[in-house]
């Protein structure tokens, strides 16, 4: 969250929708960003696929039974799948391992082209059983150079790879853009 406002300041989004969210301090800077630039915030939860631009979109997390704790955690993060044409895409934000086996074990992982690999590929997120059902040929992992969490871990690294996932960090590249056209992937 601590990006968020240069997110909003330099993309103007209609709408900031959200996972469960907290009274931090980081929350309230964001908060009050969203209403100087007129941005609605839309709290999401699990919900039946919806069109959005052309996409379809399924929220898988939070559930509505979730209840999110007095201080922020990545599991309150907003997990989303993607659909456009035959492409598909899972961001994770920062959902851990729980979350993942409760998505797992309900039947609502399934194959995505592209995973956004969650928590910054921290050892606490990616596990094996997510990786096995959506089956990604693309992961992307978004994690700052030389950051003091030693993100990616090497063991998300090392399952990745022996699943044959093509993966693009931004701690290496940059940014990384991520175009469908509904039947191909382009990456750049």
């Known amino acids: 969250?601590?990006?968020?406002?240069?997110?909003?300041?330099?993309?103007?989004?209609?709408?900031?929708?959200?996972?469960?969210?907290?009274?931090?301090?980081?929350?309230?800077?964001?908060?009050?960003?969203?209403?100087?630039?007129?941005?609605?915030?839309?709290?999401?939860?699990?919900?039946?696929?919806?069109?959005?631009g052309g996409a379809t979109i399924t929220v898988l997390a939070p559930d509505d039974e979730y209840e999110s704790g007095a201080q922020p955690k990545n599991d309150d993060s907003l997990v989303m799948r993607f659909e456009y044409g035959s492409t598909s895409f899972l961001m994770t934000g920062d959902m851990e391992k729980k979350i993942e086996e409760q998505l797992f074990y309900s039947g609502l992982l399934r194959?995505?082209?592209?995973?956004?690999?969650?928590?910054?590929?921290?050892?606490?997120?990616?596990?094996?059983?997510?990786?096995?059902?959506?089956?990604?040929?693309?992961g992307v992992i978004s994690a700052g150079f030389e950051n003091s969490y030693g993100h990616p871990h090497p063991l998300t690294l090392e399952a990745l790879q022996a699943?044959?996932?093509?993966?693009?960090?931004?701690?290496?590249?940059?940014?990384?853009?991520?175009?469908?056209?509904?039947?191909?992937?382009?990456?750049e």
């Not at 995505?112 to 693309?138: C, W, Y």
């Not at 960090?169 to 509904?182: A, P, W």
Request: net charge positive; hydrophobic share 35%; glycine share 10%.
């Open 163 to 187: 699943r044959h996932v093509d993966v693009y960090r931004t701690d290496e590249r940059g940014l990384v853009r991520i175009v469908s056209d509904g039947r191909r992937i382009h990456i």
């Open 1 to 52: 969250m601590g990006g968020m406002n240069s997110v909003l300041r330099n993309f103007r989004p209609k709408e900031l929708w959200t996972g469960a969210v907290q009274e931090s301090p980081e929350w309230i800077g964001v908060r009050a960003t969203a209403r100087e630039l007129g941005i609605p915030i839309r709290e999401m939860r699990r919900c039946e696929p919806f069109a959005f």
């Open 111 to 138: 194959h995505a082209d592209v995973l956004k690999v969650g928590h910054h590929g921290s050892r606490t997120s990616s596990g094996a059983d997510l990786l096995d059902a959506v089956k990604p040929e693309f």
